[in-house]
């Protein structure tokens, strides 16, 4: 599991190196082909995320859990919608401000730059994939994606169609990653991953925060 683990956040960091390439065009472009294929997937992420319905069913968890999981064309059309608005935030990524001229003659300026590389946790809510990767995107960060066991189907194939848009648009597939597995293991290795992960993001209650807060140093 450390090696699989390992092996993500190594490529993860390589894609954050070429981050300056990457202009607000390109980035854009990929978000528009990201809308496309969503689009032309839908019945697809529908069918998918029936499996994890059922198998949440079967475990008998509450209605409000439930609906949280729930894909249907209504929030299908949200996740495009919100990449859409994504696409049009403007691009600060790389530019300077504040130019201040010190004693020495030499100018000095400000210029925000991506944070490199994030971890985000989170659960149920598989719409979060999207609306994460799309940040992520139009930031120039590169991102590991790990969302809760029970939307692992729906997850998977929205990674699928991640990664579709990025070849597509000539952008590194590793940029946007996705943890494949449900094992637990997996969360407490990533913690460990430091030398890659630049900023971690749990999205989720009291007892997740406190698990990455006590086992973390990132």
Avoid: W
């Avoid at 300056?20 to 697809?44: A, F, G, H, P």
């Avoid at 529908?46 to 439930?66: C, H, P, R, W």
């Avoid at 201040?100 to 400000?110: C, D, F, H, W």
């Amino acid at each position: 599991m450390s090696k699989y683990v390992e092996t993500i956040c190594k490529k993860a960091k390589t894609s954050s190196y070429n981050s300056s390439n990457y202009d607000t065009r390109r980035k854009n472009n990929t978000l528009s082909t990201l809308i496309k294929e969503i689009r032309s997937c839908k019945s697809q992420i529908i069918k998918y995320n029936e499996k994890d319905i059922k198998l949440a069913s079967k475990m008998g968890v509450n209605d409000s859990f439930l609906d949280r999981l729930v894909l249907n064309k209504s929030r299908i059309h949200n996740m495009i919608d919100g990449l859409n608005k994504i696409i049009q935030i403007p691009d600060i990524t790389f530019l300077t401000s504040k130019p201040k001229r010190q004693l020495s003659g030499i100018y000095t300026s400000q210029m925000r730059v991506p944070i490199g590389v994030i971890f985000m946790i989170y659960e149920s809510r598989p719409n979060v994939t999207i609306d994460a990767a799309g940040l992520s995107i139009k930031s120039g960060n590169s991102i590991v994606l790990r969302g809760g066991s029970e939307a692992i189907n729906s997850n998977l194939v929205l990674s699928d169609i991640i990664k579709s848009s990025l070849r597509e648009c000539h952008m590194p597939v590793d940029m946007v990653q996705t943890i494949e597995t449900t094992d637990r293991v997996a969360v407490s290795e990533i913690l460990k991953c430091d030398k890659y992960i630049d900023v971690i993001i749990p999205r989720g209650g009291k007892s997740l925060i406190q698990k990455i807060s006590s086992e973390s140093k990132i």
